[in-house]
């Protein structure tokens, strides 16, 4: 199944979106799974 999960806000830095960006690597199923990080401008 191959899905595009969207998520917005948290600082990577400080580990605040660990869990969900955990969950999204399990959501692959894969070991080394593929992903685009599309960061936004800020200040």
């Given at each position: 199944m191959e899905a595009i999960v969207?998520?917005?806000g948290?600082?990577?830095k400080d580990l605040e979106t660990?869990?969900?960006?955990e969950y999204i690597v399990?959501?692959?199923g894969?070991?080394?799974p593929k992903?685009?990080?599309v960061p936004t401008a800020n200040e």
């Open positions: 969207a998520i917005g948290g600082e990577l660990f869990l969900i960006d399990k959501l692959a894969k070991e080394n992903a685009l990080f």
